[in-house]
C-alpha cells in the first residue's frame, strides 16, 4: 500500500492560488483506506476550500486513480464538472496525480504527499518493509529485508553499534539483523549468517521501469 499524509491546509491554498473554480478526486484504494483521500476526506477537503472562496466544481472518488485507462473513463464520465474546473486537486499518491495529469490540459495539482511502500499493522498504524530495490534478497534473509529495515541498509550485518537487539541510529527500533538471525536460528537456518552477501545490482532499481507482461 502507498502511504500518504495529508499537505498542510495553508500550502494546499498556495498551490491553488489563481484558480477559483476546482474539481476534486479522490482514491478509493490505498487513500481510502489510509483516510487521506477517501469518500470523506475528500467531502472535508470541498468544504474547507468552499470556505475559503474556492468554487467546487464537482467530486469523485475513483478505483483505483492510478488506473490509466479507468481514470481517463472516470474523468470523461464527468466532463463536464472537470471542464469547469480551473484546477484539478488530486488527494492520492504521486502516481494517481501524474494519471489525471496525463489526462487533461489543465492544471492537476497534490493534495497529499507520498511517504512509502507500507505494510498494514493494524488501523492507522503503518511500517515501511520494502523498498522497491529491485533485487530481493528475502530468500536468505529469513524474510526480513535489511536494504529497508537496517538503518544503514546492510547486507552483512550486524555493525558494530547495535546494542542489546536495538540499533544505535534509533534504539526504539529493533535491529534489523538480530531479527534476522532470531528467524534464522528458530529454522534451523543460523549458519546461513556466515555467507559474505555480494553487492546489489543497484542498476536494477534505475527509474523510471516500465514493464509489460503480455
Known amino acids: 500500500m502507498i502511504i500518504t499524509k495529508k499537505k498542510a491546509p495553508e500550502a494546499v491554498l498556495s498551490m491553488l492560488e489563481g484558480h477559483d473554480k476546482v474539481f476534486i478526486l479522490g482514491c478509493n484504494s490505498c487513500a481510502e483506506t489510509i483516510e487521506t483521500g477517501g469518500p470523506e476526506q475528500v467531502a472535508e477537503m470541498s468544504e474547507f476550500l468552499a470556505a475559503n472562496g474556492k468554487t467546487i466544481t464537482g467530486t469523485a472518488v475513483i478505483d483505483p486513480i492510478c488506473h490509466v485507462l479507468g481514470a481517463k473513463r472516470a474523468l470523461r464520465e ?5 471542464s469547469a474546473a480551473d484546477a484539478v486537486l488530486v488527494m492520492s499518491c504521486g502516481a494517481g496525480v501524474q494519471t489525471v495529469s496525463e489526462a487533461l490540459d489543465k492544471a492537476v495539482l497534490p493534495a497529499l504527499d507520498s511517504v512509502f511502500l507500507g505494510n498494514v499493522v493494524r488501523h492507522g498504524i503503518y511500517e515501511e518493509r520494502c523498498s522497491l530495490c529491485g533485487e530481493c534478497v528475502l530468500d536468505v534473509t529469513a524474510g526480513i529485508c535489511p536494504v529497508t529495515r537496517c538503518a544503514k541498509g546492510l547486507l552483512n550485518g550486524p555493525c558494530g553499534g547495535m546494542n542489546e537487539g536495538k540499533c544505535e541510529v534509533d534504539p526504539d527500533q529493533d535491529c534489523a539483523w ?4 532470531e528467524r ?7 549458519g546461513e549468517m556466515a555467507k559474505i552477501a555480494k553487492p546489489k545490482d543497484y542498476s536494477l532499481h534505475r527509474k523510471p521501469v516500465k514493464i509489460n507482461v503480455r
Open 78 to 82: 464527468r466532463d463536464e464538472q472537470v
Open 178 to 181: 538480530a531479527l534476522i538471525y
Open 184 to 190: 534464522l536460528e528458530k529454522t534451523g537456518r543460523a
